[in-house]
């Protein structure tokens, strides 16, 4: 399939949205910067008045509607950040919207979408994915007459969207050597790819896709896009079981570089982001800068990581710390029979921990008969080089102990 999407359609897009959006800025990162030995900005998204991207696209596609499609209303489904862009443009134009939302939107941004859209907007919360709240968009349109806003899979949204090259290369005042993006749905890689293909063809585009939801790269090895059999809702923003057809054709035609980020090495980089660099990103917006390790990069090049998205609800960030540790080699689990007798868990503290090892977790599941009870213990190592002394200590220990592999149904249940 052809693109239809085109760079003059981009630029179309970026005088519409001139007297809506400021340019958000472009930062430096000195950390990103002496990790890498390449000259690395950070494209702050996370600061629109969203806090998101998406708003680019959602307002393009809406302020191009005919005064009888505006009467009608629109409907959207999101995992949260198109969902705010819409309610912003509804706000701002007038227009009343119904959007549909998978139950693993987080409540702040839920919250954030009642605020912005006002009496403008009617949420409805349906499904376990974004591709469950799609479906219930289209139906919804299909009996009401409403126009559908796309998240990404629409040409206007895909040219809003890609709004976001043009102005990285207008702020630098030249072109990138390399520039990082964060993929779901393929809306935002499309656009830069298809802006940057025609107006910057030396930059070289990276899509960055979790692990748990690549469905992009499934798209392009297949010729076409397909459906995942499994996508993880941790990275929220970019869980999207299947991309579009115009996104895949976009991406497809400028030959797009992609690249798998895993999930826990997403966690550092957003726990790096807020410690040392005052950054709230949620997951989708720390996967481009997340890719950088993992790339190539020479040294003195001039590299641009979008910080796609700053939605991320302070109670996650529990969860966020546990999987950094896991991916970091530090934090683990293991099932222990202890004797019932006095002294049984002193003798593990003493004999088994070494002397930066801590107990982070401890349930006592049951008593296997009268001689013995089983409890699930989780250990968070001082560095994860101590592991294999843990484990040595484990074998000589007459305690019976096993660990709890991080691909079992325990694990899970546990983290």
Known sequence: MTSPLTADAVDAAAARLVDILDPTPLHRSERLSAATGAQVWLKREDLQPVRSYKVRGAFTLIAGLTPDQRAKGVVAASAGNHAQGVAFACQRLGVDARIYLPRNTP????????????????????????????????????????????????VDTMAGQGTVAREIVDQLGRTPDVVTVPVGGGGLLGGMATWLAARSSSTRLVG?????????????????PIDLDEVSPFVDGVAVRRVGDLTHAAVDATGTELITVPEGAVCIEMLQMY????????????????ALADLALEPDST?????????????????????ALIHEGRKHYFLVDFPQEPGALRRFLDEVLGPEDDITYFDYIKRNNRDTGTA??????????????????????PLAIERVDPDSPLFRVIT
């Open 376 to 397: 699930i213990v989780g250990l968070e190592l001082g560095d994860p080089e101590d592991l294999l002394p843990l484990l040595a200590r484990m074998d000589a220990s």
């Open 275 to 290: 410690q040392t660099d005052g950054i709230i990103a949620e997951p989708a917006g720390a996967l481009a800068s997340t």
């Open 107 to 154: 409540r702040q941004k839920r919250d954030r979408v009642a605020a912005l859209g006002g009496g403008h907007v009617e949420m409805v919360v349906v499904g376990e994915v974004y591709d469950d709240a799609s479906r219930a968009a289209k139906a919804d349109a299909a009996r009401s007459g409403a126009v559908v806003v796309p998240a990404f899979d629409a």
């Open 208 to 224: 960055a896709e979790p692990e748990g939801a690549a469905s992009m790269a499934a798209a392009l090895a297949a010729g076409r």
């Open 303 to 323: 590299v641009v990581a979008v910080v796609s998205g700053g939605n991320n609800d302070v109670s996650r960030y529990g969860e966020i710390v546990e999987r």
